[in-house]
């Protein structure tokens, strides 16, 4: 009973009526702050601090966009040969840099020396011809002028012998019927003196005068005939010189032509001296594709070796111009909400550790997607919408990257600020 009543002695203590007449306890906060006065001002700065600090994180954390899927990009330019041959010297090694012009490799040239040597003869040949008929256009024209002239000479002086001819005929024809009738008037008197010889009428010596002169008068008629025949054949030699010269004088008329056929030949031959020029020009520049150059500057790789026979197309080098590269960022569609061209932005490259600047240059026109070599066709199966991803060009800007370090296909970690 004794343990119990000292069990119970304490609750007795905090009776209801001994619990309302103490006083209040204070609070520990009340006691801390009472005891440190400063407190308050402190905390009330934290916290201001904090929601300031929390403000423009925001505003930093929702200022860009960026994505861990990026790459640097560039051009990869392949050189081919571009004349068939056999390569006799490869001027560079893999991964070597070179400058623009540098002669990466070199083709057999004799083959294509001796090609050069023949296409300048022909066209020396060509030229030649080509002068020649220059010059026989201005003779053949003067040639043909004077033919003209000449032939028209001709016809002319034909009808004037003609003429002259038909004259010289009347006067044979003329004396043809004079003698005829002195041949007539002596044969009559011829026989009249005949009867009256034998009559002894007359003389004898008048009847031979008579027969003389019948003979005269018939070697006369005999003469006259003979020149009127004579006349008649020149009258015909001269309408046969007519006839001639108007043929020459129609064949020099045609003249004209003949310069023109001379002058289309010698066209054609300075259209051959062209192609001739034309075919020169080629053999030296097939000549000139002997030697393979660097288009750009940039690091070289190689697939030529020496001994190789190429053909015109096949591929031998290929350049990277290290000082033209860029950034292509595959960023979520729906981060492309505030981003615009020219903006700017930050690349971190994982090979090197460094920030580079740059900006927005373009957006692409179509998701990675849709680009691939087999694009997804949403109207087939089961739709699952899946965010798509947007290549977004980002170009360096000048003097970031002279350095040259950068490599196609490095990873990096583009930031955009798009506010």
């Known amino acids: ?29 009340e006691k801390f702050f009472r005891s440190r006065p400063y407190a308050k001002p402190i905390m009330i700065v934290i916290i201001v601090l904090l929601l300031v600090g929390g403000f423009f994180a925001y505003r930093y954390f929702t200022s860009y966009e960026s994505t861990d899927d990026a790459q640097i990009d560039g051009h990869l330019m392949p050189i081919s040969a571009r004349i068939p041959g056999y390569v006799i010297r490869v001027n560079v090694d893999d991964n070597q840099y070179v400058q623009k012009g540098a002669v990466l490799a070199e083709i057999d040239p004799r083959d294509y020396q001796i090609a050069v040597e023949k296409a300048q003869a022909d066209l020396s040949d060509a030229q030649a011809t080509a002068q020649s008929l220059r010059i026989n256009v201005p003779i053949i024209n003067v040639n043909t002028a004077s033919q003209v002239s000449a032939s028209q000479a001709d016809v002319e002086n034909a009808q004037a012998g003609i003429s002259a001819s038909q004259q010289e005929y009347d006067a ?52 006259a005939k003979s020149s009127a025949a004579a006349a008649e054949q020149e009258v015909h030699q001269a309408r046969a010189k007519l006839l001639q010269a108007q043929a020459n004088l129609r064949s020099s008329q045609t003249g004209p032509q003949q310069v023109a056929q001379t002058r289309a030949r010698a066209q054609s031959a300075q259209a051959a001296v062209q192609q001739k020029q034309a075919a020169l020009d080629q053999a030296q520049l097939n000549l000139q594709y002997t ?55 930050e690349v971190k490259v994982d090979a090197n550790g460094r920030t580079y600047k740059a ?61």
């Open 1 to 29: 009973m004794a343990q119990q009543t000292e069990l119970e002695a304490p609750p007795s203590r905090t009776a209801p009526s001994e619990t309302h007449s103490a006083p209040a306890v204070p609070p520990v906060r």
């Open 172 to 223: 044979a024809q003329a004396q043809l019927v004079q003698a005829q009738a002195n041949d007539a008037k002596a044969q009559s008197d011829l026989a009249r003196y005949k009867q009256l010889v034998e009559k002894q009428e007359i003389s004898q010596q008048l009847y031979d005068t008579a027969v003389a002169q019948a003979s005269v008068t018939r070697a006369a008629v005999s003469a």
């Open 291 to 345: 030697k393979i150059t660097a288009p750009v500057d940039g690091v070289v790789t190689k697939n030529a070796e020496v001994g190789m026979n190429v053909q015109a197309g096949q591929q031998l080098f290929n350049v990277v111009p290290l000082n033209d590269v860029w950034v292509t960022a595959n960023f979520k569609e729906t981060q492309l909400k505030h981003m615009q061209v020219r903006q700017r932005a």
């Open 359 to 419: 900006h927005v240059d373009s957006i692409a026109g179509s998701s990675g997607a849709r680009l691939s070599l087999l694009p997804p066709e949403n109207a087939t199966g089961n739709y699952v919408k899946v965010v798509q991803r947007i290549p977004v060009k980002l170009v360096f800007d000048p003097g970031e990257n002279s350095d040259h370090l950068l490599r196609l296909g490095m990873s990096c970690e583009p930031k955009v600020f798009v506010k």
